[in-house]
């Protein structure tokens, strides 16, 4: 199946500090890459759409001057915190869509990110 | 708003079958999935369903459709202890749109 990659897997960082996290689809091509937040014991918050070329698209409530999103390949999507604070710390998730039979969505492992 | 509910905890004991339930508000739906997720993991794609299908089967899980009450169901034959995580539908309408998740199903399976 394909493949999506994440880097750093965990990181943590300080208070006040930008955090940069790496989405790569390794054996295909994507135009369109997702990032999602997840809580603990809780389902998938999709934070933006992420397209090649383009600006993000941010869902609702979701700081786009503290989240920063390019896309600058059709391989890579990268996900900025900037000034990191403690309520940030959470499990960050990309995702990139393969358009085949059944418009299948490939997930990264995630990052999790902690701001202490 | 898209709105997918699941029941939050299912425990069966090991060989047994294994039925997750899912329901959701968003007519337009075009395709649902069901992801698995370990702990500390990402999700893996499990099997998807167009919405003019009513059944799909893969090895030991079937999926089942319901559009008209907009039900989803995931049936794991032979659950295993390998089979414990937490399992999630979603729907989109399709075309590269976001997908939607539900709240998540933690399956418990006793040896």
């Known amino acids: 199946g394909a493949v999506v990659s994440q880097h750093p897997s965990r990181v943590i960082c300080k208070s006040g500090t930008s955090v940069k996290i790496e989405c790569r689809s390794l054996?295909?091509?994507?135009?369109?890459m997702f990032w999602y937040r997840q809580f603990p014991k809780q389902s998938l918050m999709l934070m933006a759409t992420s397209n090649e070329g383009s600006k993000a698209t941010y869902e609702q409530g979701v700081e786009k001057d503290k989240f920063l999103i390019n896309h600058a390949s059709l391989t890579l999507s990268t996900l900025t915190v900037t000034s990191a604070h403690p309520e940030d710390s959470s499990f960050y998730i990309c995702?990139?869509?393969?358009?085949?039979?059944?418009?299948?969505?490939?997930f990264g492992p995630g990052t999790r990110l902690t701001v202490t | 708003g898209e709105d997918v509910e699941q029941s939050l905890f299912l425990s069966v004991r090991e060989g047994d079958s294994s039925v997750i339930n899912c329901t959701y508000t968003d007519s337009s739906s075009t395709y649902l999935y069901w992801y698995k997720q370990e702990p500390g993991a990402g999700l893996q794609l499990l099997t998807y369903?167009?919405?003019?299908?009513d059944m799909k089967q893969d090895q030991r899980l079937t999926v089942l459709l319901n559009k008209k009450d907009k039900h989803l169901s995931l049936r794991i034959a032979d659950t295993q202890t390998g089979d414990s995580a937490i399992y999630f539908c979603a729907e989109t309408s399709g075309g590269y749109q976001k997908v939607t998740f539900g709240t998540g199903t933690k399956l418990q399976v006793i040896p």
């Open positions: 995702s990139a869509f393969r358009q085949g039979e059944g418009y299948e969505q490939y």
């Open positions: 054996d295909f091509q994507a135009t369109t």
């Open positions: 369903i167009f919405s003019n299908m």
